[in-house]
């Protein structure tokens, strides 16, 4: 599973890119020296923009916080997802509308979203759900796209609650669905 995840997310990418450069998109954020990123791609511009794109990580990184914290072995495909790239999030487009894929931006941002993904778990605990964990969120308020762990299935589920909706077998499948939509800088 985990080449096949990999595989969709390189392929993912990418398209993504193929389609930015097609529509003549640059892809540019606010520079922070107290933030850089290896996605960063030259120096920041007389504006303090600096260009960036998705590039792969260079460390050996794992979800083992989600290990250690919780006891929780997580699911290898979003194991695979998170450690794969740097970057901004990710616009997409589903057959049910636009979200994000959340890319960590440096190392720093990789230990804030393990701790955001055992924030998560452990309210889905409390709450006796189904153990989920995001990898997404929608452009509808409170809705994100989570893998839940016990399956690999990848769900539609509103905070706090338990998923609504199964929308592909494994993240693999999912990815290979979006379509790339225009970056725009949060």
């Known amino acids: 599973m985990t080449t096949d995840i990999n595989d969709s997310f390189d392929k993912f990418v990418n398209r993504w890119l193929r389609y930015q450069a097609q529509e003549n998109i640059h892809l540019l954020l606010d520079s922070d020296a107290q933030w850089p990123s290896p996605a960063e791609d030259g120096q920041p511009d007389e504006s303090g923009k600096v260009r960036w794109q998705p590039v792969r ?17 997580p699911d290898k495909q979003l194991e695979s997802y998170y ?12 057959t049910r509308g636009d979200l994000q894929l959340l890319v960590p931006w440096n190392q720093d941002d990789f230990i804030r ?74």
Do not use: W
């Open 113 to 186: 979203l393990q701790e955001n993904l055992i924030a998560h778990v452990m309210m889905k605990r409390r709450l006796r759900q189904a153990e989920t964990l995001f990898f997404a969120v929608t452009d509808e308020e409170d809705f994100i796209l989570s893998v839940l762990n016990d399956t690999g299935e990848v769900a539609l589920e509103q905070v706090g609650k338990e998923p609504q909706e199964i929308l592909a077998n494994s993240l693999a499948e999912f990815l290979d669905t979006l379509q790339p939509v225009a970056y725009e800088a949060q």
């Open 83 to 94: 450690t794969r790239y740097y970057g901004d999030n990710l616009n997409a487009r589903t």
């Open 57 to 73: 990580q260079n460390q050996n990184h794992d979800l083992q916080a989600l290990v250690d914290g919780l006891g929780l072995q």
